[in-house]
């Protein structure tokens, strides 16, 4: 069976993904580095994909690598300390 050519947090490269994403020197409130990143890994469908993330609520690059990632309850509670 063949991974889907959309890439959610389910998906088995997921974490590769994430890990060019966070590559990004900043967000610039657009999924413009998401769309790159998606773009770098081979049968995935990145507009599909980036639609599918904002409807999770990933309307931008910072909210998909801290609002969807795997590590978004961990960064959250180190923001909240460093507040």
Known sequence: MSASP???PD???WGE???ALSLAPR???TTEHARA???SIPDIDA???L???RAMGGRCDCAILYGLGE???AWAAGAARAV
Do not use: G, N, V, Y
């Open 47 to 49: 507009a599909a994909t």
């Open 6 to 8: 959309i890439l959610l």
């Open 71 to 73: 590590d978004s309850h």
């Open 11 to 13: 998906h088995p490269r």
């Open 51 to 53: 639609e599918a993330l």
């Open 17 to 19: 993904f994430l890990a």
């Open 37 to 39: 990143a998606l773009e």
């Open 27 to 29: 967000c610039l409130r």
